[in-house]
């Protein structure tokens, strides 16, 4: 018995575990204390959502830092949000209460006073972002031996959230100088719900480290609830029309209020914009019915406190509750008992609907439930492909390619990250203060995510930032930041390797409502908080406008696009656009939209090729293939076909089809594309000769040239299009 993991946890885990009524350990919890108590290596931990992973992680090294306590912070836990963040600290103060093993958070809603705590007094968990993280390495290098000379584990929470974007390489280079700095070797903790290629995920864990990593992945099945319902709008041409659209738009208003007034519920949306119109629409269907306003609104532009409102009427509030919310509460918040998940449209990935999925069904055998609610413009003159409706297929096909067959979508990882290696070099050189040329590339070409960054490159890239005033040199021959990296450097902005557009904050009289990156001018309104407000002055020297509350128009005040997707999420696409199959969780209306699709997919023969004539001398393209192949094969058209056979126009409607118009026919269009995929294809030729795209935050910073390599590499996937097209001869 004594054998058990139980008795091998720390007393007060033990009382924890009692308190809380816990018949008996999960098998995530089980296998995690067997790696962290007998073995050496590095630990992912692969379970669904209220699995147990967070608990399973923390248990044995809290159990560790009780028997054995710390010099310096223990246990380093890293979360892509702060919302997270602060759910997680609440937990682990709960758990630690009788443990006398301090907790702190830090990020930029923490008061500077508890930061200074920890800096005076270095100990236990430390809850961070990694923005914040980044922020303490260039502000405080001098501090991060004492806090972290004993280190001794580091916890990445929804890894996938980070692995293969310049996030996730920013905190590899945060671990590898955290390591460097300090002295220490930690052990590497992963936790997600999502992922399905373990060894991608464990080599990205593991990176830069020579101990193993094993996996923990309890196969473990829930009950799922799902249904689809379709609204079809009509396009509003004339004044009949228009008045259809507001019927139809009210009717599909109506259908969300209805599905969601009288329960806990959350409502996902895509865009920041999406969630507020949704909120703004539903508080005037409860205004119009006289019924209670419970309709919340949470996203990255909202207030904090409005943000933590939200989150609280969802946990703890008395009566119903109905958030409206994009990624922002998509990863691991504990929000209690949730009766419903919304999805509004269709999520991009499989990825993201597996993690949206699991806000429900948290809680015993309650099954895991999503509604999705879907509009789509219906317009029966329209060109062919645009009479698809393209976001009920992808809802279906990631629903079948998770639920059929547990596909999610495979990591991909950059090779030339060369915007982070901007970020990366200036960090490392604003905490050293000053470095020799040779030091600075050693430094910085030994982190994880700058393996295919050849020393040649890097001595271009160092010239290049010495000529455009980002670095200068010394008179000893040393490299300092120059004026125009100050900056860049010395801006808040800077901690953040993800784009993030120029924000200004908003204010009704003294409260901060959020912020909003397009500014309209004064007397003009827009929606923030699912409020409408009318603009009375703004402050551009600090970034501030004032507002009242109003009764006007809702605009868009946000940038930003979609995500991309999969090539085997189009390919499912297409199947089910091919198939009979009637799907159980079709509601009617979607069921007679689907149906009519086929029709007319089979009638126009948009399934057997792809290339078709489109009337005229224009011609669809319509090649089932992921984002990132679509933006290949589009290129290779305007840059290598496009002249030779005669193109004048190349519309693509990313990533569904293409419209060219131009002399050639379908048939030799076809034959072109593929005799171009036979050859070996330069990617570097699908680029103009001044052509530089932009793949990260700081590449406008970075040599011409090396963006453009980046790109090619990074950006295009000449080897998918190759494959995807094979596939359909």
Known sequence: MSDHPFYRLAPFIQEYIYRKRWDTLREAQVEACRVLFDTPNHLL?????????????????????????????????????????????????????????????WHGDVPQSEKT??????????????????????????????????????????VHAFMGADRGMQVLSEIARIERMAGCRPRRIGLSATLSDYATASEWLRAGSADGVEVVAPQGGRKLRLSIEHFSFPSARDEEQAEQLANASRAYFDYIYDHTRLKKALVFTNSRSDAELATLELRRTAARRQEPDVFHV???????????????????????????????????????????????????????????????????????????????????????????????????????LYVRHKWVEPLSLRKKPVGLLYHQTMSVLKSMGEAEPKDLARMILSLPPFQHISPEEYQQFLQYLLQTDHLQRTEVGGLIIGLTGEKTVNNYRFYAVFQDDEEYVVYNGSEEIGSITTVPPPEYCFSLAGKLWKVIEIDRKHKAVYVKPSLGKVDTLWLGGRGDIHTEVMRKMKDVLADDTIYPYLAPRAVNRLQRARRLARESGLLEKTVIPAGGDSMFILPWIGTKPFRTLERLVKHRLADRLSLRSIVPMEPYYMVISGRADAESLLAEIQAECTHDVDPMGLLKPDESPYLGKYDEFVLPELVRLAFAEDGLDVEGLRAALRAQE
């Open 298 to 400: 949470h996203h990255g532009s909202i207030s904090a406190m409005l943000r933590e409102e939200a989150e609280a009427a969802l946990r703890t509030g008395h009566g119903p509750a109905v958030a409206m919310a994009t990624v922002t509460l998509e990863l691991g918040i504990d929000l209690g008992e949730l009766e419903r998940v919304v999805q509004l449209e269709s999520p991009s990935s499989c990825s993201s609907f597996v993690q949206r999925l699991g806000r429900s069904g948290r809680r015993g055998d309650m099954p895991s439930e999503m509604m999705f609610v879907i509009p789509e413009e219906e317009d029966e003159q329209a060109q062919l492909p645009a009479r698809m409706p393209w976001t009920l297929m992808r809802a279906i096909a990631i629903i079948e």
């Open 45 to 105: 931990i692969a379970s669904g959502t209220a699995s147990g992973k967070t608990e399973a992680a923390f248990f044995p090294a809290l159990t560790e830092l009780h028997n054995q306590p710390s010099q310096s912070v223990g246990i380093l836990y890293i979360g892509p949000l702060k919302a997270l963040i602060n759910d997680q600290f609440e937990r682990l103060k709960e758990l630690l209460q009788e443990a006398h093993i301090p907790v702190w958070h």
């Open 117 to 158: 705590k920890l800096v005076r007094d270095p100990s236990g968990v430390l809850q961070i972002t990694p923005e914040s993280l980044e922020g303490l390495l260039m502000n405080k290098p001098n501090a991060i031996p004492a806090l972290f000379h004993d280190l001794r584990y580091i916890i990445i929470d929804e």
